[in-house]
T-cell receptor, first 114, second 113 residues
């Protein structure tokens, strides 16, 4: 158990809908990261938040957005969903987000768009 | 850009066999290198890491050495067990961005009893 929690575990929705994925980092960690794992694209970095502020963006679509709240939990919002958004979404956390720092991954949320 | 290439799977071995999973990388400067493991139905777990050239990361009998001259970080284990069956990801954190980890495509390992 990494100490990172994600809810829900599974999500099934329809095209065009909007969903919110939630992540609670390990106690004491200030950085939260979001990743997408799909069969065709592999594991891709989406976005990094540190202590409430966006720190870096990766291959995140404009239809996706994230935020980190004062209690350090984070939410990833996916809107206007398409079939291709079906994937496993992982959240990870680390202490501050420094170079070479270990990121601890949650169990993931499996999203299926029908 | 920065990237990681690892050997295609699946890899199937018998218990107690020697394991090597090859990993090479492309990056400017000196990235940090990682091996993560994903057991069925679970998230990724850090297996080992190395942050500078010639460092050796080790954990649970697995080892990998950061080779700058060959830009490689091959994963090895002397005697695998059935419980090692999982997907293994080689990854790097580029010096230009401490935020993100760039992952290889993953290698599925199956160990036969």
């Amino acid at each position: 158990d990494s100490g990172v929690t994600q809810t829900p575990k599974h999500l099934i929705t329809a095209t065009g809908q909007r969903v919110t994925l939630r992540c609670s980092p390990r106690s004491g960690d200030l950085s939260v990261y979001w990743y997408q794992q799909s069969l065709d694209q592999g594991l891709q970095f989406l976005i990094h938040y540190y202590n409430g502020e966006e720190r870096a963006k990766g291959n995140i679509l404009e239809r996706f957005s994230a935020q980190q709240f004062p209690d350090l939990h984070s939410e990833l919002n996916l809107s206007s969903l398409e079939l291709g958004d079906s994937a496993l979404y992982f959240c990870a956390s680390s202490v501050v987000g420094g170079r070479g720092e270990t990121q601890y991954f949650g169990p993931g949320t499996r999203l299926l768009v029908l | 850009g920065d990237s990681v290439t690892q050997m295609e799977g699946p890899v199937t071995l018998s218990e107690e066999a020697f394991l090597t999973i090859n990993c090479t990388y492309t990056a400017t400067g000196y990235p940090s290198l990682f091996w993560y493991v994903q057991y069925p139905g679970e998230g990724l777990q850090l297996l080992l890491k190395a942050t500078k050239a010639d460092d050796k990361g080790s954990n649970k009998g697995f080892e990998a050495t950061y080779r700058k001259e060959t830009t490689s970080f091959h994963l090895e284990k002397g005697s695998v067990q059935v419980s090692d069956s999982a997907v293994y990801f080689c990854a790097l954190s580029p010096p230009s961005s401490a935020s993100k980890i760039i992952f290889g495509s993953g290698t599925r390992l199956s160990i036969r009893p």
